[in-house]
Structure formats: structure tokens, C-alpha cells
Nanobody
């Protein structure tokens, strides 16, 4: 199983980015998928997640700005990030689990597979 997050980049405050999580050897349709991030010198934190039943959850600081969605046809999960702020700067990771949901609280019980991250840098 391999996961890969992509779509990161360097943007200005209030810009948007869409991150994509792709998988090989694993059907994301049947998985809980979470987005996590880690800024330099900080612990990894949960950002958003979607359950097998399409229930979604977001950390407070991104509510109303970030949206997680599924693309079943292409076996992908997206994280649409709008109104980006400098404090959103981090390496973003996607993770998946065959369980119904993943936890966004460190140490993130339920996560079975981690993908390689993608850097998001937001400049003021």
C-alpha cells in the first residue's frame, strides 16, 4: 500500500490550494482518510478527516476554510484549502485506515497507512 499527497506549493495569504491523496494497492473508497500536517519544530496535528460513511471532521482553525472530499472514480481524496494563512504552513500528509474513522488526536490511533507529505508554504 502506498499513499502519496500532492498539490502543495508556495502561495500568498488568502490564496487557495487543493491537495490530492492518491493510493496504490488500496481502495480509498472503503477507507477512512485523514489529512495531517507538521510544521517545523511542532508536533504533527490532525487537520481533517472523512469516514467510510463520508462523515467529515475538521480542526477548529480550518473550519470554514478547508474541505475534504472524495473522488471515488479516481481513488483520490482531496483537501481544498481556501483563505490560507501563514500558520497553515507545514508539510501535509494523508493517511488512511480500513477502520471506519481515523483519529485526529496524536498519536492518531486507527491510522494504518501514511503517505509521503507535500509542502505548503503560505507567505504574508
Amino acid at each position: 500500500v502506498q499513499l502519496q499527497a500532492s498539490g502543495g506549493g508556495s502561495v500568498q495569504t488568502e490564496d487557495s490550494l487543493r491537495l490530492s491523496c492518491g493510493a496504490s494497492g488500496f481502495r480509498l473508497n472503503n477507507a477512512a482518510v485523514g489529512w495531517f500536517r507538521q510544521a517545523p519544530g511542532k508536533e504533527r496535528e490532525g487537520v481533517a478527516c472523512t469516514s467510510v460513511g463520508a462523515f467529515t471532521s475538521y480542526r477548529d482553525s480550518v473550519k470554514g476554510r478547508f474541505t475534504v472530499s472524495r473522488d471515488s472514480a479516481n481513488n483520490r481524496v482531496y483537501l481544498q484549502m481556501n483563505s490560507l494563512k501563514p500558520e497553515d504552513t507545514a508539510v501535509y500528509y494523508c493517511a488512511a485506515s480500513s477502520q471506519n474513522m481515523v483519529s485526529m488526536i496524536n498519536p492518531f490511533p486507527g491510522v494504518e497507512y501514511w503517505g509521503k507529505g507535500t509542502q505548503v508554504t503560505v507567505s504574508s
